[in-house]
Every structure is written in structure tokens, then in C-alpha cells.
């Protein structure tokens, strides 16, 4: 008995100098941590975090004019909300073509003398196009297709045909040998929604309306044109399959600049 109460007076003592000794020590230590957090940084020392406004500036947009760093203009970053996105593109194309064809002299010939059926054969062609597009969607499309997409592209050109025989420009032979016309047109303008997914692997169906691009195969041999017309398109079996029903309303193309116009040509193209 008397050793058993030994040591409980002895559990009892080091009870009492614990609560006395240790506990103060550590609500002094964290009275001392608190206050340190309440305490501002340093001027010289850096946050441990910094808000921003939202997951796409982690890193901060570059100029407007730089196209090979993240750029809101070419749609890296959300221009309205967190899923609206604005993409902006220049397109500035050049041909330079010089040829040579047999060439009718024809009965009236830019040279004196020239008595044999062809004439000179040498041409030069010279196209210019300068197109600017603007394409406005929404929904990030790293993982599935966007909810709908708005696109509009205007194209100026210029065109020049320089021969050595009369005719050939034109019919009229007063016009000369040369030609310089220009053009500028509503290429594309077109607006997509996406109707439903199929599948959790985001296979879809889509519908398109207005002047749009189409290439029904995969080197442009069967048909390849931008046109106005509605297209329903989709893709099923984790995208092994892609489908297309297309119906265009052909547009008249201006001769010399080969653009769209606003004249129907009265041709209608069924393609599934």
C-alpha cells in the first residue's frame, strides 16, 4: 500500500508541475505565432500568395501585338466572362505567276507584221488578297466542342493580267493587253451551335448557317469551296466516325478575283 501511494503522489506531482511548466509555455508560443501572422510582410519580402482574377491570368496577357505569346486578341484569354473568347486573324496572300501559253495572235495583233496564227506567249499574273477574320465562341475547347461559334471574313483583292496579244484580256481588243481590276467581298460569314453530345468521349452534332467553308474529302479532289448553305455535322464512336449533310445555295464568283458574291447562281449542291 505505501509504495502504491508513493506513486501516485508521485504521478500527482508531475501532473502539477506539467499543467504549471509546459502548458503557459506553449499558449505563449502561440500567442507569439498569432501575433507574427497579424504582422504585415516586409517591404524587401514577397507574399507567400497573390489573388488574380480568374485561372486564365495566371500569367499575364502579352501585347496586343505579339502573336507568338498568350494574347487575348487570338483568343488565349475569356474577352466577356470566363468562356467567351474573341479571335482575331490577318491573312495578307500573294501569287506571281509568269506563264507561257500558245496564245492566238487573233485578226486584230498588238504588232504590226504578225502574219502567223500564234502570236507571243508570255503572260504575267499578279493576285493580291488581303483577308481579315473575326471568330467569337464560347466554351473552352481543350476537352469538348464549343457551345457556338460566330465567324465573319471580308477579303479585298486585286488582280493583274499582263499578255502580249490582244484578246485576251477581254474580247474587245481596245482594251488592250493588260488588266487591273479589284474586288472586295463577304467571303465568309456563318454562325454553329453545338446541338448535343452523344457520348461522355464528347461525340457530338453541330449545326451550321450562312457562307461557311467545306472540304467533303481529304486532299480537296471531290469538292472544296466556301459557300452559303446549312450543314449538320457530328462525329460518333469516340470520334472514329465524322459525318457531314451539306445543302448550298451557290453564290455567283466574281471572274477575275474568284470571290463570292451576292448573285445566286441558280445551282443547288445536296453532299452526305
Known sequence: MRLTQVLRVGYCVSTLIALTWIQPAHATDGDDATSSKEQPPSPGKKPDFEPVPDRW??????????????????????????????????ISRTDLEGRSAPTASGASADRSGS???????????????????????????????????????????????????????SPDVVDGTSRTTNDAALQEASAEVHLMDLSANYDFISAKLGRQPF????????????????????????????????????????TNSGLNTFNVRDQQIVIA
Open 57 to 90: 491570368r495566371i500569367q499575364p496577357p502579352g501585347h496586343w501585338y505579339d502573336p507568338y505569346n498568350q494574347n487575348v486578341l487570338k483568343g488565349d484569354y475569356p474577352v466577356i466572362g470566363q468562356d467567351i473568347f474573341l479571335k482575331l486573324t490577318g
Open 115 to 169: 502574219f502567223t496564227f500564234f502570236g507571243n506567249d508570255n503572260a504575267l499574273i499578279f493576285d493580291q488578297k488581303f483577308a481579315g477574320k473575326i471568330e467569337i465562341q464560347k466554351g473552352a475547347t481543350a476537352f469538348k466542342p464549343f457551345d457556338w461559334q460566330v465567324v465573319v471574313e471580308g477579303v479585298i483583292d486585286v488582280n493583274h493580267l499582263g499578255v502580249f496579244e490582244n484578246g485576251v484580256v
Open 215 to 254: 472540304n467533303s474529302d481529304f486532299r480537296s479532289l471531290i469538292f472544296s469551296d466556301v459557300n452559303q448553305g446549312a450543314r449538320l455535322f457530328g462525329s460518333a464512336n469516340g470520334n472514329r466516325y465524322q459525318y457531314n449533310l451539306l445543302y448550298f445555295n451557290q453564290a455567283e464568283k466574281d
